[in-house]
């Protein structure tokens, strides 16, 4: 079973605060994600990677950058944080194999409030 | 562009009811399409998935048809139990694409 952990789990901020949400996996995967969920709307894709370095452009980026320093490590930065980014953060890996067809393994969470 | 539709927001069901949950999808692509669920404190995680038009997916009593010429992949169980109370996500990704596309979820509540 894939493991992927988050931290912080609950992280309160103030508006135009510098946050960092983090995501380590321990199962070799290459692709890893950023999804924010929101009643209403679901899961949405923030930003993505296939591997070490790589950054890909997800649905909802606007406001968020990230990093995939190591294939095991992925950041979610908000750096000027607003109200409005308020959610329920998730982290979600994956291998990468036969592509189209793989599960996605997903974090606990993080849950932001920015005040 | 690339989406997927789920209209029910809430289902409210009581035990050993049949249990159907709407979902539709559409993009230019050959897409897998899939079923997340979320119980209360955790992360989604697979419930099943379906690769191929036409062909059934099924887990825990869940089955789903991957309906190419509708473009549906309706989740449905004949009997409900308390234990499957959670959000449900349909969910589709395309063949050439890295990345899953998801619905806005359906919460299942069971009264006992």
């Known amino acids: 079973e894939a493991a992927v952990t988050q931290s912080p789990r609950n992280k309160v901020t103030v508006t135009g605060g510098n946050v960092t949400l983090s995501c380590r996996q321990t199962n070799s995967h290459n692709y890893m994600y950023w999804y924010r969920q929101d009643t209403g709307h679901g899961l949405r894709l923030i930003h993505y990677s296939y591997g070490a370095g790589n950054l890909q452009i997800g649905d909802v980026p606007d406001g968020y950058k990230a990093t995939r320093t190591t294939q095991e490590d992925f950041f979610l930065l908000l750096e000027l944080a607003s109200p409005s980014q308020t959610s329920l953060y998730f982290c979600?890996?994956?291998?990468?194999?036969?592509?189209?067809?793989?599960?996605?393994?997903f974090g606990a969470g993080t849950r932001l409030s920015v005040l | 562009g690339d989406s997927v539709i789920q209209m029910q927001g809430q289902v409210t069901l009581s035990e050993n009811d049949f249990l159907f949950i709407n979902c539709t999808y559409s993009?230019?692509?050959?897409?897998?399409l899939f079923w997340y669920v979320q119980y209360s404190g955790e992360g989604p995680q697979l419930l099943l998935q379906v690769t191929t038009a036409n062909n059934k997916g099924s887990s825990r009593g869940f089955e789903a048809t991957y309906d190419k010429g509708t473009t549906s992949f309706h989740l449905q169980k004949t009997s409900v139990q308390e234990i499957d109370s959670a959000v449900y996500y349909c969910a589709m990704r395309d063949y050439n694409q890295g990345k899953l596309i998801f619905g806005q979820g359906t919460k299942l509540s069971i009264k006992p």
């Open positions: 993009t230019t692509g050959y897409p897998t």
């Open positions: 979600a890996s994956s291998d990468g194999q036969g592509r189209g067809q793989n599960t996605l393994y």
